[in-house]
């Protein structure tokens, strides 16, 4: 059943296990008589209470439909949620600076450089509270889930009024929408900024390439032109250094090639004097063997003589060698003077079309340095128009994750949550026990060795069917110790419904008991014990 602003629903306590209300019946009393204190104590002794009332009671959830989902607000306003924020920097300001600065390009520039930290600033966290909102993503598929049970109020539970209404509830409804509207405003804006800044930078950098390949084109046509006047000069220059670079070089190969010659010469004869003085050695050597001193003398003067020769000769060659080294030094100091001269001489008559490449070259640079620096100036805006968007974007998808899709329901509908509540009472005081929508649990091999150990197993009797949705009757229990209006009704309430005093529901516990008893759950004199209760 779908809930309906027109039908009062409640959902069911124990689902497809209502087929057995007898059972259920029965686990609730004996799960609450199990709660009560039953005084006594070796340290310190209780008060015996009193189970002054049983009643069935349903918590209010209201589905407040919004966009294309359901919002869920606790009825009793213990839940809250806080909507965390950042107030996001005005895109619309940003855009109102760089529209009249688009033109010419040196403004734009200094409006880079003036905002370049503009999308970079720390943002202020700001929080929204709700109050009743849930917005637990496990609640909201538990109650989702939960709701396929949804049925018309059947048997006249305590229906807890509650606290916030639709006026209540639309309030800060309005302020979310108001915030969600600013957040696509400002979207909007970043995503305008972000294309301006884009198509703006991009025809600047166009405009700069074209800047660079007609003043490369201009300096170009300049540079052909003087060259053909330099050029002609140029080539004349190296035609006479040509000339006097080849008359130096004949001159020292010739003077070089005669003394090589000279030095060949020497060589020789220093070979051949080398060979008479070995021979004139041998002659003398075997005269002197012979005994004819005479002719042993002739030979060493000789061979003297001779060795005087080679001396002279060495020396000589030595000389030679010298100045042919000398020779080819001076040609290298002259030829490099000369190629020194002639790169000098170029460079000089050179110098307009140099001086034009320098220009060319300085204006390109500076022309491509500027499209570098635009570049660089947008690059930290764009970042942090697209941090900004994603920060946003992030927002955005948190307002859509608060409520339930898929639910077929266009007004604000309020939904009970079935639980029974207890209430204890001793002398003044009472308290009270919730016991949320549940099931009878399986005895397992723990409950079965309580039994076994004497333990009583009713506190693994019932199990809540949602743990989140569970937690609302805690927000009763808190509300019935410190709010002293609502304990008041529910205490006037429950006294009025309730149902230990309701005939049938008593025989379903009587019927229930044994149930449990035939289960497991309870041993003979649990049974006993707990009907003669439900009977006193």
């Known amino acids: 059943m779908v809930p309906t602003q027109t039908t009062p629903s409640i959902l069911s306590f124990a689902g497809q296990k209502d087929s057995q209300p007898d059972a259920i019946a029965a686990a609730v009393f004996a799960v609450a008589e199990m709660a009560r204190n039953k005084g006594g104590g070796l340290l310190s002794r209780q008060p015996q209470e009193k189970l002054a009332f049983l009643a069935k009671a349903g918590y209010p959830v209201w589905l407040f439909p919004k966009d294309k989902m359901v919002l869920l607000f606790d009825g009793l306003g213990g839940f809250a949620h806080n909507l965390q924020f950042t107030e996001a920097l005005s895109a619309k300001e940003f855009l109102a600076a760089l529209e009249p600065n688009q033109r010419p390009r040196e403004n734009y520039l200094s409006f880079l450089a003036a905002h370049g930290g503009y999308f970079k600033q720390v943002p202020d966290e700001k929080t929204f509270t709700v109050r009743g909102l849930i917005a637990n993503p496990d609640f909201k598929n538990e109650f989702k889930s939960y709701l396929k049970e949804a049925t018309a109020?059947?048997?006249?539970?305590?229906?807890l009024s509650p606290v916030l209404d639709e006026t209540r509830i639309s309030a800060p409804l309005t302020e979310i929408d108001n915030l969600q509207s600013q957040l696509k405003e400002n979207q909007a804006k970043l995503v305008e900024c972000l294309s301006l800044l884009r198509k703006t930078s991009?025809?600047?950098?166009?405009?700069?390439?074209?800047?660079?390949?007609?003043?490369?084109?201009?300096?170009?046509?300049?540079?052909?032109?003087?060259?053909?006047?330099?050029?002609?000069q140029v080539a004349a220059i190296k035609k006479a250094f040509s000339k006097k670079i080849k008359?130096?070089?004949?001159?020292?190969?010739k003077e070089f090639s005669e003394q090589q010659k000279y030095s060949v010469k020497i060589e020789r004869l220093i070979k051949r004097l080398e060979i008479k003085i070995r021979q004139y050695e041998r002659e003398a050597k075997l005269q002197g063997k012979q005994g004819h001193k005479i002719y042993e003398k002739r030979w060493k003067d000789k061979s003297k003589k001779a060795q005087k020769e080679l001396s002279a000769l060495k020396k000589e060659l030595k000389n030679t060698e010298d100045s042919i080294k000398r020779i080819v030094k001076s040609k290298s100091d002259i030829l490099s003077n000369l190629n020194l001269e002639l790169e000098s001489q170029i460079k000089a008559a050179r110098q307009p079309l140099i001086r034009l490449e320098e220009a060319r070259d300085a204006k390109t640079f500076a022309l491509k340095q500027e499209s570098n620096r635009l570049l660089a100036l947008e690059k930290p805006i764009v970042e942090g128009i697209e941090q900004n968007l994603k920060l946003e974007e992030t927002l955005t998808s948190g307002f859509d994750d608060l409520g339930i899709s898929d639910l077929q329901i266009k007004t604000p509908t309020l939904v009970y949550v079935p639980f029974y509540v207890a209430c204890y009472e001793y002398d003044s005081a009472r308290r009270y026990l919730c016991i949320p929508p549940s099931t009878i649990n399986e005895v397992d091999l723990s409950s079965k060795l309580k039994g076994a150990l004497g333990f009583s197993k009713t506190k693994n009797?019932?199990?809540p069917r949602y743990k989140t949705v569970a937690k609302l009757m805690?927000?009763?229990e808190a509300l019935t110790w410190h709010n002293s209006v609502f304990e008041r009704e529910l205490w006037g309430s429950g006294r009025g419904k309730n149902l230990l005093k309701n005939s049938d529901f008593v025989n379903r516990i009587n019927a229930g008991l044994s149930y449990l008893k035939g289960a497991g759950w309870l041993s003979e004199r649990e049974e006993t014990d707990l009907g003669s209760l439900v009977k006193s």
């Not at 390949?213 to 050029?231: M, S, V």
């Open 202 to 232: 991009s025809q600047y950098t166009t405009e700069i390439e074209y800047e660079i390949i007609a003043a490369t084109e201009e300096a170009n046509a300049k540079i052909k032109a003087q060259a053909e006047f330099i050029n002609p």
């Open 461 to 463: 009797l019932l199990t």
């Open 247 to 253: 008359q130096v070089t004949t001159s020292f190969d």
């Open 153 to 159: 109020t059947g048997e006249s539970p305590i229906l």
């Open 474 to 476: 805690d927000n009763v």
